[in-house]
């Protein structure tokens, strides 16, 4: 009994001490810096600090928070509990709502503040806070882990099996020890040589290829094979690629008019033979932001500095001098992205919320490329200098104004009008090791030099973020996923990096050898890790564990991206065109693309099929027109700098590959090479998997494809008949239809009244329908040549007033066909054949014309208004219109120059027709020969038209521009083309393991 007393009073006394103490350290003031400093820098720093703090109150020293702010002072010495400071945070006012929402301090934070509040708010002497001197939980200090200086790490040494000799396999398999993980069993060296091929030059290997590889049994095999294509031209190619999309490269401007950058293609072929060279890379960064600045200077570093002038360019904003703060923006924000991983822009219209990064910094770093044309000036120099500025010819390049530029100002929440203290161009200062004021220019300079100064910061050997930034970029690209996987981001809102200690002895590796990438690639190609399998035996465990694979368990299976997808159809069929660099070509573009284009008549012109075989890297990319192909297999975003393409699984991307014209010509292709060399099924099957698969099939893939062969055969020969019989039948009918659909015929051979002088006063309509032209003033007659066209008859305007007049409405429904035989003498302005064209009748955006503009350009209505050029137009030709339910186009002797797969908008036909004008404009007149005009009620055939045409075309002794018709494949080859359509959408052929 006494022994469970003493055990009470000793419990007793315990809580006593303990009360007594919590007691105590309530009523002691909290710890300064350990307390205090870290939450004033999270709540209250950030609006309390500078020179325009928030209430005029500075909470950054004690002199501030013992002056107070517009409301007096914020600590009461006599009734600290009453403090203007405490009431504020009671009222759950500070810190002030975010967008509506309540930022109310937690309990504990409150009663520290009261604390320190009671004790008289102490401050150590000469304390200065820095809102971004240390890290918490809502934002990264200058302490933060990226921004420290790099150490090698020394290489783990494992403890369970026999230590690598790659050091990149001692930091990966340490993390997997330490999980109780193993890595997956090596690839095989099939499944590892076309990984190589697409990894280092974006190309699949042949079969040949894959196995001589297979069969070579000696240790440097892969080495070698590695060394091999590291060596080739297509590896800049390829990796070019990844560099373009980080410095937002297109070929035109964006905006609304989305003009050509001319020479931009001359940028795109540095980077190329930059990496083909393995140019160092803090070389690579110098040359982009400064080439024009080096003293050793030429032609190529200047067309470097095209990645400042990759950006979007508006030739007509709302407010120019707005605009150029957007265009400064694109410059920082470009430069800090792709070589820092910092997102700097964030901090415009006020310093970081998250970063280390002040508003001071973003326009000191603005500063650097303040000098050049960023302000508006012609229109012509596509927002650049000129080539005088330049110093150089034809190139798309950036260089200063001079050495005194205009004064930038830091502006108040990034609002022009509100400009605060001019800004001293400097370096960032979140590195503060770094941090320094750029030099003036030298009295001789022809420039700032202010970007070479921000060139050698950026590329310094003791900055912490470049190296780190660009090996991450490489991991990426190797292994589908990067250490960081917010390689744009470094800074606090980016993704935590998977193995810290190997991002860092990557970066220690890439500057003590020189900067160099290809030295690298071969480091990580030869590692273990980026060697082993996709599949694991113990996957369905480790997915649940480690679901990212964020500690590179297996290798990633990767889909084809959209350039070495198109590419490696075009190698498949042997139409890959490997030339290097020049101008890019402009591929075919369906014409629903198109719709959405506000000149679509004239704003996409196909480059030559020929032209198109090239690689992906060089097709023309339009800003407002990028291909559909393309994006639907995730295609960057061209606007902004893009560190990571999306990759989707999406079923857009099979209704792509199974109805896209590409697709389908590069089945036919492969089925007519094929078909060439045999028709045995088996060895066709065998040809097909070889070339697309790079690989025999199996058994039971021989016997269904063969079996898929004869069916497709058989299927394809039945509608081969069916479609025979459909055209004699049509062919027995089409002259009636034809006929019948007739409503317009004039031909000056016949139904001409004609004075003694030669002038036409009436040309009678052939069709039956009596829509006579007619013209009753003699100085609106034209003239009828005897022998115009071949020795035919024509009508001969001169564009001075000479036109005819049509009787009664031609058209009543909006289907038609016009077909013209003409020539023209015209040089400048528009020239109708024919028009209702009627303005004061409200008919001007709705009628229906055709005729040329300028030299050899045809238009068709006001939807066609540039339909595209045509041959010399002084001689003879065919023009033929048509507007059907679902297509508009326009011929030139046969030869389609545009088309639509949809209708012109509604027409307006109820206004009179003439021949010769604009419809009552008194003026566009025709200045040439109309030998005949035919105009149909519908839409023809293209079987129809070209019927039609060619009667023009032989009459009249014009060239024809009649595409010749395509070869019909026969029934077995579409079969083989069929199959060869599978392979080509199969997951084996789209997928890298």
């Avoid at 080739?232 to 560099?243: I, Q, V």
């Avoid at 603005?366 to 229109?379: E, N, T, V, Y």
């Avoid at 008549?601 to 060089?618: C, G, K, T, V």
Wanted: hydrophobic letters at 35%; aromatic letters at 8%; proline letters at 6%.
């Amino acid at each position: 009994m006494a022994s469970s007393f003493s055990r009470c009073s000793s419990w007793a006394w315990l809580l006593l001490v303990l009360l007594a103490n919590a007691t105590h350290a309530a009523d002691q003031a909290p710890d300064f810096e350990a307390e205090i400093a870290p939450l004033l820098i999270k709540r209250c720093v950030e609006c309390h600090q500078g020179s325009n703090p928030s209430g005029n109150l500075v909470l950054t020293g004690e002199a501030g928070l013992r002056k107070g702010g517009d409301n007096g002072a914020v600590i009461d010495g006599e009734s600290p509990e009453e403090s203007f400071l405490l009431l504020r945070v009671h009222e759950g006012e500070m810190p002030p709502a975010i967008k509506g929402i309540p930022q109310k301090l937690p309990a504990e934070e409150v009663q520290l503040l009261e604390r320190w509040v009671a004790a008289k708010a102490p401050w150590p002497k000469g304390r200065t806070l820095d809102w971004f001197e240390r890290t918490n939980e809502v934002r990264a200090g200058r302490d933060w882990w990226s921004l420290q200086p790099i150490r090698r790490p020394d290489v783990p040494q494992l403890k369970t099996e026999p230590q690598p000799a790659n050091p990149i396999d001692a930091f990966v398999r340490a993390r997997l020890e330490q999980a109780d993980m193993v890595p997956a069993p090596p690839a095989d060296k099939r499944t590892l040589l076309r990984r190589l091929y697409y990894d280092l030059i974006g190309l699949p290997p042949t079969q040949a290829q894959i196995e001589k590889f297979v069969a070579d049994d000696s240790s440097t095999a892969w080495e070698a094979a590695v060394d091999e294509l590291l060596a080739s031209p297509h590896y800049g190619e390829r990796w070019a690629r990844y560099w373009l999309d980080l410095a937002r490269y297109a070929d035109t401007s964006g905006y609304e008019r989305d003009q050509e950058k001319p020479f931009a293609w001359k940028y795109r072929d540095w980077v190329v033979d930059a990496l083909n060279h393995d140019m160092p890379y803090n070389q690579f960064v110098v040359e982009q932001l400064a080439g024009d600045e080096l003293p050793d200077r030429n032609e190529q570093s200047v067309i470097a500095t095209g990645f400042l002038r990759l950006g979007t360019w508006n030739d007509e904003p709302n407010e120019p001098l707005d605009y150029q703060y957007d265009r400064l923006e694109d410059m920082v924000h470009t430069t800090s992205s792709a070589f820092l991983g910092m997102t700097v822009k964030c901090a415009r219209c006020h310093s970081h919320k998250f970063d280390p990064i002040t508003q001071l910094d973003y326009y000191r770093m603005g500063a650097a490329f303040w000098a050049g044309p960023i302000a508006a000036r012609d229109r012509k120099l596509v927002g650049g200098p000129s080539p005088e500025e330049l110093e150089v010819n034809d190139v798309l390049g950036w260089t200063d104004l001079g050495t005194k530029p205009r004064p930038l100002h830091r502006l108040l929440k990034g609002e022009r009008e509100q400009p605060l203290e001019e800004v001293t161009p400097a370096s960032l200062s979140m590195v503060e090791e770094l941090e320094y004021d750029f030099d003036p220019p030298s009295a001789d300079a022809k420039t700032t030099g202010r970007r070479l100064q921000l060139a050698r910061w950026i590329t310094h050997p003791d900055h912490p973020l470049t190296a780190r930034v660009l090996v991450n970029r490489l991991w990426l690209h190797h292994f589908g996923e990067a250490i960081v996987r917010s390689p744009n981001n470094f800074g606090f809102l980016a993704d935590p990096p998977t193995h810290p200690q190997l991002l860092d002895w990557l970066a220690a590796e890439f500057q003590s050898g020189g900067w160099t990438i290809k030295r690298m690639h071969r480091l990580i190609l030869t590692s273990q890790t980026w060697q082993q399998s996709s599949l694991h035996p113990q996957y369905a465990d480790y997915e649940v564990r480690d679901s990212g694979n964020r500690l590179w368990w297996r290798a990633e299976r990767q889909r084809l991206d959209a350039e070495a997808l198109r590419d490696s159809m075009l190698a498949t069929t042997g139409e890959l065109d490997l030339r290097l660099g020049g101008p890019g070509f402009r591929p075919s573009v369906s014409s629903e693309a198109l719709e959405g284009l506000s000149m679509k008549s004239s704003a996409w012109q196909a480059s030559p099929q020929e032209e198109q075989l090239r690689r992906s890297l060089y097709m023309f990319s339009k800003r407002g027109l990028l291909p559909p192909m393309m994006t639907t297999f995730d295609f960057c975003d061209v606007t902004q700098s893009c560190g990571q393409r999306d990759v989707t699984t999406v079923p857009t991307q099979a209704l792509a590959l199974m109805n896209n014209r590409f697709v389908h010509d590069r089945s036919e292709t492969l089925a007519r090479s094929i078909a060439t060399e045999t028709n045995d099924p088996s060895e066709q099957a065998q040809q097909l998997w070889s070339r697309v698969l790079e690989r025999d099939p199996s058994k039971a893939e021989m016997k269904m494809a063969v079996q898929h062969l004869a069916d497709q055969s058989r299927r394809f020969s039945e509608l081969r008949r069916e479609e025979a019989e459909q055209a004699k039948h049509k062919k027995l009918t089409q002259v009636d239809d034809l006929r019948e659909s007739l409503v317009l015929h004039l031909k000056a051979d016949s139904g001409m009244t004609v004075d003694a002088e030669g002038r036409v006063s009436q040309w009678k309509d052939q069709s039956g329908h009596e829509h006579h032209a007619v013209a009753t003033e003699k100085d609106q007659q034209p003239r009828l040549e005897s022998d115009g066209f071949a020795g035919r008859p024509v009508v001969a305007f001169d564009g001075q007033g000479r036109f005819f007049k049509l009787s009664g409405a031609i058209l009543d429904r909006q289907e038609f066909t016009i077909l013209a035989v003409v020539n023209d003498q015209g040089e400048t302005g528009h020239r109708e054949v024919i028009s209702n064209w009627n303005g004061a009748a409200g008919n001007a955006g709705t009628s229906v014309f055709l005729g040329l503009t300028g030299q050899n350009t045809v238009r068709f209505c006001d939807v066609y208004s540039i339909a595209g050029k045509i041959g010399d137009q002084r001689n003879p030709f065919v023009l033929t219109a048509l507007n059907g339910e679902d297509r508009s186009a326009v011929f030139f002797n046969g030869g389609e120059i545009v088309s639509h797969d949809s209708d012109l908008p509604p027409r307006n036909l109820s206004t009179a027709w003439v021949i010769g004008q604009q419809g009552n404009i008194n003026g566009e007149y025709w200045n040439g020969g109309i030998a005949e005009i035919r105009v149909y009620a519908r839409a023809l055939s293209d079987a129809e038209r070209l019927s039609v045409e060619r009667a023009m075309l032989a009459e009249y002794k014009i060239p024809s521009a009649i595409p010749a018709a395509k070869k019909l494949l026969p029934p077995e080859t579409l079969a083989l083309a069929s199959l060869a359509h599978v392979l080509l959408n199969s997951n084996e052929f789209l997928y890298v393991d």
